[in-house]
């Protein structure tokens, strides 16, 4: 299976504290993307990082990739109570080139003002 | 305006009925997809269109029929529904089959009973 491995399954901490999720993947994928799912939402998306680079910012999120490692990160710093839910990572392997995207099962993450 | 909206927002159904979920999305891309989450938040692809073509079918019952009459439009028939059917089913788009992220619906919660 491509599927994803999302570390941990739940996080909780308080505002102001920095936040770290961890995606790990099997396969060689062509990029990679994080989702935030508000509950009883549907998926937002955050940042795409191709497998060519190996760090992205947008705001308050930071997102490492190591393909030696198959790995991912997504650090939110200065958390707010607003960040309370689930994110996701999301594979492209290219499998002829469809778009199509493999998702983790998330990581939830709560955030107590 | 909503960029990718879904309905019904709820469905409740009993077993061998037949029902519809309807998805339009009014940002232009030519890709659309279908996506099953399960009460473990599990995200699994369906189906893919791209300008009205299937592009991915992943060995999907075929009580599920997806149709897309026109790009803006994918719409996802469930013929004689089953209990293990229940499901948040989302629609989603992105503007091709490359390197983009995609826009979600809010979901259809479908309960079997």
């Known amino acids: 299976s491509q599927q994803g491995e999302e570390d941990p399954q739940a996080l909780s901490i308080q505002e102001g504290e920095n936040a770290t999720m961890n995606c790990s993947y099997k396969?060689?994928?062509?990029?990679l993307q994080w989702y935030r799912q508000n509950s009883g939402r549907g998926l937002v998306h955050l940042i795409l990082?191709?497998?060519?680079?190996r760090e992205k910012h947008s705001g308050r999120l930071r997102v490492t990739l190591d393909t030696s490692k198959k790995s991912s990160s997504l650090l939110i710093t200065a958390s707010r109570a607003a960040d309370t839910a689930s994110y996701f990572c999301?594979?492209?392997?290219?499998?002829?080139?469809?778009?199509?995207?493999?998702f983790g099962q998330g990581t939830t993450l709560q955030v107590k003002p | 305006d909503t960029a990718v909206s879904q309905t019904p927002k709820y469905l409740v159904t009993q077993m061998g009925n037949d029902k519809s979920i309807k998805c339009e999305q009014n940002?232009?891309?030519?890709?659309m997809y279908w996506y099953k989450q399960d009460s473990k938040k599990f995200l699994k692809i369906m189906f893919s269109?791209?300008?009205?073509?299937?592009?991915i079918n992943e060995t999907v019952p075929n009580r599920f029929s997806p149709k897309s009459p026109d790009k803006a439009h994918l719409n996802l028939h469930i013929n004689s529904l089953e209990l293990g059917d229940s499901a948040v089913y989302f629609c989603?788009?992105?503007?091709?089959?490359?390197?983009?992220?995609?826009?979600f619906g809010s979901g259809t919660r479908l309960t079997v009973v």
């Open positions: 989603a788009s992105s503007p091709g089959q490359g390197v983009y992220g995609y826009t």
């Open positions: 990082i191709r497998s060519n680079e």
């Open positions: 940002l232009g891309h030519d890709t």
């Open positions: 269109y791209n300008n009205k073509e299937l592009i």
């Open positions: 396969t060689s994928i062509n990029n």
């Open positions: 999301a594979t492209d392997h290219g499998s002829g080139n469809t778009g199509k995207l493999i």
